[in-house]
C-alpha cells in the first residue's frame, strides 16, 4: 500500500517556533498530503524511497512535499540540499513513529480540541488574514483542520510519553546557577506599551485623546496594527538593542508612566506608554530559578524523545533506498 505521508515535526518535541513558522510548515505538509492524494495510477510504479512496517512513500511523493518546505527563491547549493532532504527523511521517519505510537495506544482528539486550537490560531491573525493565507497556499480549512488534528494528537502522545515524567530537582537548579553565573546578568530593560496607526493624523487623534485620559490598553486594542493590540499593545520587558533603534532612542528616555510623542518608523506610526524599568543588575537563584527549570527541563524533555524514538524504531521495520537521494 502507497501511504501519503505529512511534513513531520520540527526537530522534536520542544522546538520554541513562532506561530507563523508552524503555520507555514503546516500548511506546506497539507500541501504535500494533498499532492499525494491526487497521484495518477503512473505514480504507483515509482521507486519506493521508505517504508515503515507496510506504510510506502515514493521517491517522487518525497521531493514533492520537500521541495514545499523550501522558501521561494532559495540558493541552496546541492550539498546543502542534499543534507536537508537527509534531515527532512528522518523528520518524516519520526512523525510516522510518532502518530503510530499514538494510534496503537488508542489516543485520539476531539472536535472540540481541534476548534479550540483553531480559534487560538485565529486569534494571532487580524481580521480573514488567517483565510487569505490558507488560499494562498492552496489549501482549504478542511485540509488544515485534518493536520491540526494529527498535531494535536502527535501532541497527546508525546506529553504521556515524555513531558509528564520529567522531573527537575532543586538541587539540579542550584548546581547549574553556581556553574553558570554569568548567563543571569541582565542589563537594564524597559516595559513598554505600543499603539501603532497607519496615518499621521490618526496617531494624532489617538494622542490627543490618550492625553485628555483614555485608557491606554483600550486604545491599543481598538486602534493598534499591530499583533501585541490584543494585550493592550503590552511588549513586555526588553534590554537596548533588541527593538529598532527608533524605539530605543524613545522608550529609554522616556519616564515611567509617561507617553511619548507620536514616533514614525517603517511600520506606521507609534506612541509609546513606559510601565516599569529595570537597572542592570544580576538575578538570584531564586529569581533565576524558573528559568534554568524550564532549560533543563527542555534538555531533559529533548533527550528523552530521541531515546524514545530509538525504541520506536528498533521495534519497526525501516527500509530507506538511501541510493536514491
Given at each position: 500500500m502507497i501511504a501519503c505521508l505529512f511534513m513531520p515535526m520540527n526537530q522534536g518535541p520542544l522546538s520554541q517556533i513562532s506561530r507563523l513558522f508552524a503555520l507555514l510548515a503546516a500548511l506546506s505538509l497539507l500541501a504535500g498530503a494533498a499532492g499525494c492524494r491526487?497521484?495518477?495510477?503512473?505514480?504507483?510504479?515509482?521507486?519506493v524511497?521508505?517504508?515503515?512496517?507496510?506504510?510506502?512513500?515514493?521517491?517522487?511523493?518525497?521531493?514533492?512535499?520537500?521541495?514545499?518546505?523550501?522558501?521561494?527563491?532559495?540558493?541552496?547549493?546541492?550539498?546543502?540540499?542534499?543534507?536537508?532532504?537527509?534531515a527532512f527523511l528522518r523528520q518524516v521517519i519520526d512523525r510516522v513513529l510518532t502518530l503510530a505510537e499514538a494510534r496503537r495506544l488508542g489516543l485520539s482528539v476531539t472536535p472540540e480540541e481541534v476548534e479550540a486550537a483553531l480559534a487560538d490560531y485565529r486569534r494571532d491573525y487580524p481580521d480573514d488574514e488567517f483565510d487569505r493565507l490558507l488560499q494562498t497556499q492552496g489549501i482549504s480549512l478542511a485540509q488544515w483542520r485534518a493536520e491540526l488534528e494529527e498535531?494535536?494528537?502527535?501532541?497527546?502522545?508525546?506529553?504521556?510519553?515524555?513531558?509528564?515524567?520529567?522531573?527537575?530537582?532543586?538541587?539540579?537548579?542550584?548546581?547549574?546557577?553556581?556553574?553558570?553565573?554569568?548567563?543571569?546578568?541582565?542589563?537594564?530593560?524597559?516595559?513598554?506599551?505600543?499603539?501603532?496607526?497607519?496615518?499621521?493624523?490618526?496617531?494624532?487623534?489617538v494622542l490627543a485623546q490618550l492625553r485628555r485620559g483614555a485608557s491606554f490598553t483600550e486604545m491599543a486594542e481598538l486602534f493598534s496594527l499591530s499583533p501585541d493590540a490584543e494585550n493592550g499593545g503590552d511588549l513586555g520587558y526588553f534590554p537596548q538593542g533588541e527593538m529598532p533603534p527608533e524605539f530605543d532612542e524613545v522608550v529609554f528616555n522616556l519616564p515611567v508612566g509617561e507617553l511619548s510623542n507620536?514616533?514614525?518608523?517603517?511600520?506606521?506610526?507609534?506612541?509609546?506608554?513606559?510601565?516599569?524599568?529595570?537597572?542592570?543588575?544580576?538575578?538570584?537563584?531564586?529569581?533565576?530559578?524558573?528559568?534554568?527549570?524550564?532549560?533543563?527541563?527542555?534538555?531533559?524533555?529533548?533527550?528523552?524523545?530521541?531515546?524514545?524514538?530509538?525504541?520506536?524504531?528498533?521495534?519497526?521495520?525501516?527500509?530507506v533506498n538511501w541510493q536514491l537521494l
Open positions: 491526487d497521484r495518477s495510477p503512473d505514480a504507483a510504479a515509482a521507486p524511497l521508505l517504508q515503515i512496517d507496510g506504510l510506502s512513500i515514493t521517491l517522487d511523493e518525497f521531493n514533492r512535499q520537500f521541495e514545499q518546505t523550501l522558501p521561494p527563491d532559495h540558493a541552496l547549493g546541492q550539498d546543502e540540499k542534499d543534507e536537508l532532504k537527509r498535531r494535536l494528537l502527535m501532541e497527546k502522545v508525546l506529553a504521556g510519553a515524555i513531558h509528564g515524567r520529567i522531573q527537575v530537582s532543586d538541587d539540579e537548579i542550584a548546581a547549574y546557577y553556581q556553574s553558570h553565573r554569568d548567563e543571569f546578568d541582565r542589563p537594564a530593560q524597559v516595559r513598554a506599551r505600543q499603539i501603532v496607526l497607519d496615518s499621521e493624523d490618526q496617531g494624532r487623534e507620536l514616533v514614525k518608523s517603517d511600520y506606521g506610526f507609534h506612541i509609546f506608554l513606559v510601565e516599569d524599568k529595570r537597572e542592570t543588575r544580576s538575578l538570584s537563584q531564586a529569581e533565576a530559578a524558573a528559568e534554568i527549570e524550564a532549560l533543563l527541563r527542555r534538555a531533559k524533555e529533548e533527550q528523552a524523545y530521541q531515546e524514545w524514538l530509538m525504541e520506536l524504531g528498533a521495534k519497526a521495520r525501516i527500509d
